[in-house]
């Protein structure tokens, strides 16, 4: 066990949280916490994790991980990669590829030009000589076919005017029958359902519908620990709430489709969803600590 795994370990003890309880709170797998607790780093996918693993472990017990990467770090891999020669071999390829084809490239504009013009050339000629042959043709076609169908419009407007003063004549003889219709009621949209969905020991899940909304607001009556993150493990808020200090938090998380909250002690602590208080499933007296989770699903949807 290193010395970075002790530390990490006495202070998670001194916050009285077992290694299960920390992987409901920073979503890492039981498994990898106890790597980092014994120094054993060699089943994390690699050394990137074992860092970010090691941030989240830290901020999860209120240390800075800026202060331990800095001491112990001896203990700690770096992050540094080893494929540089590999990029730098895949560059020299491309460039050796690139001198033998650039003499093409540059010609190739030239020619697709000129063939261009040369086809631009033909098109026009071609339209000049059959233009020229039927315009002369069309001319009197045009003019015959032009007077006969301005006779056929005249006709048509006579009798679409005659239709519309007979249609104006029977709309306001129907109009004068017909009773105004009553307005329809006006519809009060249903309000926001919060309901339990299911618990077990400290954890409870809950789900938000009919609700424009997903505003969670944390008040503390006493003094307690609160994590709000979102079920991306995205931290919006992690830190103690007292009501000698900062009393509450609020959240906005309407973008989001679920909210984690961890509640180091329920009984000095009130829960609100959208100015609606959270009436917890499982009596904070029998569980001091609870994990809850609320599953938001839009109005509109």
């Given at each position: 066990?290193?010395e970075l795994g002790?530390r990490?370990?006495?202070?998670?003890?001194?916050?009285?949280?077992?290694?299960?309880?920390?992987?409901?709170?920073?979503?890492?797998?039981?498994?990898?916490?106890?790597?980092?607790?014994?120094?054993?780093?060699?089943?994390?996918?690699?050394?990137?994790?074992?860092?970010?693993?090691?941030?989240?472990?830290?901020?999860?017990?209120e240390?800075?991980?800026d202060?331990?990467f800095?001491?112990?770090?001896s203990?700690?891999?770096?992050?540094?990669s080893?494929d540089?020669?590999?990029?730098?071999?895949?560059?020299?390829?491309?460039?050796?590829?690139?001198?033998?084809?650039s003499?093409v490239?540059d010609?190739?504009?030239?020619?697709?030009?000129?063939?261009?013009v040369?086809?631009a050339?033909?098109?026009?000629?071609?339209?000049?000589?059959?233009?020229?042959?039927?315009s002369?043709?069309?001319?009197?076609?045009?003019?015959?076919?032009?007077?006969?169908?301005?006779?056929e419009q005249?006709?048509?407007?006579k009798?679409?005017?005659?239709?519309?003063?007979t249609?104006?004549n029977?709309d306001?003889k129907?109009?004068?029958?017909?009773?105004n219709p009553?307005?329809?009621?006006?519809?009060?949209?249903?309000?926001?359902?919060?309901?339990?969905?299911s618990?077990?020991?400290?954890n409870?899940?809950?789900?938000?519908?009919?609700?424009?909304?997903?505003q969670?607001?944390?008040?503390?009556?006493?003094?307690?620990?609160?994590?709000i993150?979102?079920?991306?493990?995205?931290?919006?808020?992690?830190?103690?709430?007292?009501?000698n200090?900062?009393?509450?938090?609020?959240v906005?998380?309407s973008?989001?489709?679920?909210?984690?909250?961890?509640?180091?002690?329920?009984?000095d602590?009130?829960?609100?969803?959208?100015d609606q208080?959270?009436?917890?499933?499982?009596?904070p007296?029998?569980?001091v600590?609870?994990?809850?989770?609320?599953?938001?699903?839009p109005?509109?949807?």
């Open positions: 066990m290193t002790n990490l370990k006495e202070a998670r003890q001194e916050k009285r949280l077992s290694l299960d309880d920390l992987q409901s709170i920073t979503k890492i797998q039981k498994r990898y916490l106890m790597g980092i607790e014994e120094g054993n780093y060699s089943s994390m996918p690699g050394n990137f994790y074992v860092r970010a693993f090691i941030k989240q472990y830290a901020e999860a017990l240390l800075n991980p202060e331990l800095e001491a112990y770090k203990e700690i891999p770096s992050t540094y080893d540089l020669p590999e990029q730098l071999s895949r560059v020299q390829t491309q460039r050796t590829i690139s001198d033998g084809s003499k490239f010609l190739l504009p030239k020619i697709l030009i000129a063939v261009f040369i086809g050339a033909s098109l026009i000629y071609f339209l000049v000589i059959n233009y020229g042959k039927k002369s043709q069309s001319i009197n076609q045009d003019t015959a076919q032009t007077k006969i169908v301005q006779s005249l006709q048509k407007a009798t679409k005017n005659k239709d519309n003063n249609k104006k029977n306001k129907d109009n004068a029958k017909v009773d009553p307005p329809p009621p006006e519809l009060t949209p249903p309000p926001q359902e919060l309901a339990v969905v618990n077990s020991g400290i409870a899940t809950y789900s938000l519908k009919n609700a424009d909304k997903f969670v607001k944390v008040v503390s009556k006493g003094e307690t620990w609160v994590s993150k979102n079920g991306q493990g995205k931290s919006y808020f992690q830190g103690t709430l007292s009501t200090g900062t009393p509450d938090q609020t906005d998380l973008s989001d489709s679920e909210a984690v909250i961890v509640v180091g002690r329920a009984v602590t009130d829960i609100y969803i959208n208080k959270l009436e917890y499933a499982i009596s007296t029998d569980a600590r609870q994990n809850i989770t609320i599953q938001y699903v109005k509109n949807k």
